[in-house]
């Protein structure tokens, strides 16, 4: 059976902070509007069209990453408050990997999340 990929682009707006003297102007709460690709791979199904559910892959993204962030501040989330993880684009590729990758259909496995600060700067993640 041949194996396909399937991307989805979802946008929020949050505000972050970095941490440290060295952060200069980024030290400072301010936005972004933020763009998260994430792609998932699976055997194409061609009864349904596709690898998943594109309504059930839509749900999944506005419930882990569009309602996690969209006007919040990413430092209030736990996982990046008191500096337990920096609220970098790195971070926030690790974060939304982890959250999807255990909601997925069986024999559904994610291959990226590209997380979009603006458009010179992004950061990908491919698992560990």
């Given at each position: 059976m041949p194996h396909a990929s399937l991307t989805r682009i979802v946008e929020f707006s949050a505000t972050h902070r970095l941490p440290g003297p060295a952060s200069g102007t980024a030290g400072k709460d301010h936005g972004h509007r933020y763009?998260?690709?994430v792609t998932v791979q699976g055997p194409f199904q061609p009864?349904?069209?596709?690898v998943m559910d594109l309504?059930?892959?839509?749900?999944?993204?506005?419930r882990e990453?569009?309602?996690?962030?969209?006007?919040r501040h990413i430092n209030d989330l736990?996982?990046?408050?008191?500096?337990?993880?920096?609220?970098?684009?790195?971070?926030?590729?690790?974060?939304?990997?982890e959250r999807l990758a255990a909601a997925l259909p069986s024999g559904v496995s994610l291959h990226?999340?590209?997380v979009q600060e603006g458009p010179h700067l992004y950061s990908e993640y491919f698992g560990a």
């Open positions: 763009q998260c690709r009864q349904s069209g596709g309504k059930a892959f839509d749900a999944l993204l506005a990453v569009t309602a996690k962030f969209e006007g736990p996982e990046f408050q008191d500096g337990r993880w920096v609220p970098t684009g790195e971070a926030l590729a690790v974060y939304i990997w990226a999340v590209r």
